[in-house]
C-alpha cells in the first residue's frame, strides 16, 4: 500500500500549528506531509501593524519555514496554490506543478473586504501580509521625503479607516513612530496628522465602555484626530471623501475595515458563505470526508448558529484538533468534535497601552501592553518552544523608522 499523502495549504497561524501537530502525532514513515505556502518565511499576522508603521524590524514579523519544521515529517514547498481539483485530489500551483494528495486541510487565510467603496481596492493601502505592510511603511518614508521638498500636507496626513481592533492597533503604531520619522527627516510634528475614520458611532465596536472611554482618550491625548460615526464614500491617491461633505487631502489611507475569507476560496466548487469554506463540527469541509478547513478561510458555527471570529486564537485552537483528527481519518479512528474556548481580547495602542479583557479580568493601560506581550510570546512557544521565544525576545535589528 501506498504512504498516504497530506497536504496543507497555507503556513499561517493554522496551517503551522497543524503541522507542529503531525510532527508530534504521525509515526516515522506513516504519511508524506508537504506544507505549501507562497514564501518561505511565516509572518506573524498579529503583529504587521508594526511592521506597517516601521515600528519593527523585520526578523521580529518573519520566521523562515523550514526552521519551524524540526522532525523530517513535514516537507516544506514554496509555491502559489492557484487551484484544487476535489475530484482527482490534486493542488494545481501559479508555476504549474500539480501536488497529489490524499488528505487536504486548507488554511489559505483571509483578504481585506473593502465592501466596494470606490477607489478603496486601487489607492488604499491594506494590512494583509508582510508584504502589503512593508508597502505602507515604504509609502510613509517617500512621503516625508517628498515633503522637504514641496510641502505639500496631504503627504503627511495619515488616515486609518476602521476604529476596529486591527485599525487600532495600527493607529497605536503611527503615534508611537511619528516622532522618530520626523526625528529623521527633521520635520516638526506639528506638521504630521493622524485621522481615523469610522462608520460606527464609538472606537472599538464590541468592546465594553471602559475600554473604549480609554482608548478614545488615549488617542486624543496623542494628537489623533477622531472622526467617528464618518463614513468614506471615495479614495483617490491624493483625497478621501466623507460623507460629511469634507473632502480630506491625504495620500494615505490605510484600509482596515474588515476581512473576509482568502478570495482564492471562491474559486473552488466549495461549500461558501460570507467569503468563507463552510466546516463540521470535526473542521471538515461540509460534506467532504478528507479535506479539512480552519482558520479564517473557515466559517464555524457556534451552537447559536453565530460563527467564531477570524482571530489566531480561533485559527490556532483549530489547528491543534485539526493535526489529530487528519490523522485518525487515515487511521482509520473517531474524530474529535472542536470546542472553542474563548481566553480573551487584548487590542494594543502602540508599545505602552493596551485594551482588553483576560479570562473575565478588564485590563487596560500599561498592564494590558505587558499582557499583549504575554500573549504573543506564548504563540511563539507554542510553534518553536522556549527556544523561539528567546530567539525572538533578543533578536537584533532596529526598528525601521
Ligand atoms: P493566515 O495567518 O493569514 O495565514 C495564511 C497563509 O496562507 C499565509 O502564510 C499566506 O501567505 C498563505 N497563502 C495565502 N494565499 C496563498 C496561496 N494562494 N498559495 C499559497 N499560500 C497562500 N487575532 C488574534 O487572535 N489576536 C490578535 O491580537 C490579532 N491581532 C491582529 C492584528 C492584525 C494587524 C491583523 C491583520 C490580524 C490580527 N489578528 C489577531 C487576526 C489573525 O492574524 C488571523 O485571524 C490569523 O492570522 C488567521 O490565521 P490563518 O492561519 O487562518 O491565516
Known sequence: MQTPKIVILGAGYGGLITSRQLEKTLKNGEAEVTLINKHDYHYISTQLHKTGAGTAPDEKITLH????????????????????????????????????????????????????????????????????????????????????????????????AGAGFTGIEMIGELIEAMPKLCRKYDIPVSETRIINIEAYETVLPGFDQKAIDFTAGYLRKNGVELMTSTKILECSPTSITLDNGEELPSRTLIWSGGVRGNTLLEELALPISKGRIVIDKFLRVKGMDNVFCIGDAALFLKNDGTPLPPTAQVAIQQAEVCGPNLVATLRGQQLKAFEYHHKGTVASIGNKAAVGKVFGLKISGLFAALMKQVIEARYLFVLGGPGLVIKQLFRAGKPQS
Do not use: C
Open 65 to 160: 519555514i523550514p526552521d519551524l519544521l524540526k522532525t523530517g515529517k513535514v516537507q516544506f514547498k514554496r509555491g502559489t496554490v492557484q487551484n484544487v481539483n476535489f475530484t482527482a485530489k490534486k493542488v494545481q500551483l501559479e508555476s504549474g506543478e500539480v501536488i497529489d494528495y490524499d488528505y487536504l486541510m486548507i488554511g489559505l487565510g483571509f483578504d481585506v473586504s473593502t465592501f466596494g467603496i470606490p477607489g478603496v481596492e486601487e489607492n488604499a493601502f491594506k494590512i494583509k501580509s508582510f508584504r502589503s505592510t512593508k508597502a505602507i511603511h515604504n509609502h510613509m518614508l517617500r512621503q516625508f521625503a517628498a515633503f522637504k521638498e514641496d510641502q505639500d500636507p496631504s503627504r503627511l496626513t495619515f488616515a486609518v
